[in-house]
Structure formats: structure tokens, C-alpha cells
């Protein structure tokens, strides 16, 4: 579950209500990775109550103040990973170095449910669009390629991503994917997705080569959660 923004963290209920449905469980396990955010202990807080009045399990997996000694064992005993966000490309390269990406493909290949906004819908894809080098631009890097494509947050609240992930996409610079505003998704389940939006003006693309260095951006139809 890929959102571009929303979730707990922009006070948005219904995506992560659609998050927490897809485990057939009354009180799913939800382990949230705050890594992106440097372990913000204000992020951390706000998950923990929101996920607690969801009726969920919550959990966190801290990195700066690691507790946690076997991470393959925490994540794989999950219903749900859940991954905030912040700097994506901070983020992977400290889950390098604690093996949080081996693990996380080891859950994910059991069935554990991984979702995450901004950052924590960039990781999964093969390639994203990032303020990581620098704040208000969108420059291209490199995911765990868990999803085939590319992924852009924010699209329409953050002036350089839509125009730079399309140049990115006609350029060659980067695969053909999709695109998210605040408040919309899109579901993937094996090789097929589908797009859900919490506000009626959000939406999902997915963005493709033209011809002669264009690109081709398509709304998806999106199912309305309000």
C-alpha cells in the first residue's frame, strides 16, 4: 500500500482503516518503522495512539535507539509493517546496515502487509522522486525494487514533483510508474493494484514515456473511501 501523503500523520483515518482491513484479524499487529524521521519520538507517539484507538496492535522497530535484537523475527511476527515519513534515502541506507531490507522482503514473501507514506511508499519500488538531497526539489534515486517502476509522492502539493518526475520518465532517467497526491493510494496485490483516494480531489497516475522525449500521465480510477 503505497500513499503519497496521509495516513495518522496528516489526521487521515481512512487510509489507514483500508490498511488495517486487509488482515483478517479484529486487532492486527502494526509494527511502525519511523526511520525516515530520524526516530521522531512525536511521530512515534502519534502512531502509537492513533493505531491504539484503531483498535490495533502497535508496535515500533527504533533504530537510533535499537532494542530489538533479531529484526527478521520482530517484522516476520507482523500483520502489517507500516513505514513513515521523512528522508528515504537516510532511511535505506540505514536499513543496509541493520539488514531491515533482507527482513522486510522476508516478511513481505510470508504475507506480512507493507504500507508507508511518502518515504514509506518510495522504498518499495525501484526507483522514486526525493527531497533527500535537498528540500523542495525532486531528484531521482534508487528503491529496494520490491514493486517494479517508479513512485512519486506528493505529486500535486509539492511544486517540482510533477513536472520533474515526468521529465525523469521522458528522459529514461527513470522506469515508467505511478504517482500519488496526498490522500490517495494505490493497492498492490500480486499484479494488481487499484487506486483509493480518503478526499474526493486526490488522485493517482500513472505516468509513462511518449513520444520524442514527452510523457504520458493517466489518472487511475480510484475508489473513494469517504
Request: include cysteine; aromatic fraction near 12%.
Amino acid at each position: 500500500m503505497a500513499m503519497g501523503g496521509g495516513g495518522f500523520s496528516m489526521d487521515d483515518p481512512l487510509l489507514d482503516r483500508f490498511v488495517l482491513d486487509l488482515v483478517d484479524s479484529p486487532s492486527p499487529k502494526v509494527c511502525f518503522i519511523p526511520t525516515a524521521s530520524g526516530d521522531s519520538p512525536g511521530y512515534i507517539d502519534k502512531f502509537t495512539t492513533a493505531f491504539t484507538a484503531y483498535g490495533a496492535q502497535p508496535s515500533v522497530l527504533s533504530l537510533f535507539y535499537r532494542e530489538v535484537d533479531n529484526i527478521i523475527e520482530f517484522l516476520g511476527g507482523q500483520d502489517i509493517i507500516y513505514v513513515g515519513g521523512g528522508n528515504t534515502v537516510n532511511m535505506l541506507k540505514i536499513w543496509d546496515i541493520h539488514g531491515v531490507d533482507s527482513a522486510l522482503r522476508m516478511a513481505w514473501a510470508t504475507g506480512v502487509v507493507l504500507a508507508g507514506l511518502s518515504a514509506g511508499a518510495n522504498c518499495w519500488f525501484e526507483a522514486f522522486t526525493t527531497d533527500s538531497f535537498r528540500v523542495g526539489r525532486a531528484d531521482p534515486a534508487e528503491g529496494l525494487g520490491f514493486l517494479k517502476g517508479s513512485f512519486s509522492p506528493h505529486h500535486s502539493s509539492e511544486p517540482a514533483r510533477r513536472p520533474e518526475y515526468a521529465r525523469l520518465i521522458a528522459s529514461g532517467e527513470i522506469p515508467a510508474g505511478y504517482a500519488c497526491d496526498d490522500y490517495a493510494a494505490i493497492h498492490f496485490a500480486g499484479a494488481a493494484h487499484q487506486a483509493i483516494t480518503s478526499r474526493p480531489e486526490a488522485a493517482a497516475y500513472r505516468v509513462s514515456p511518449g513520444e520524442a522525449d514527452s510523457f504520458d500521465e493517466v489518472r487511475l480510477a480510484a475508489a473513494y473511501l469517504g
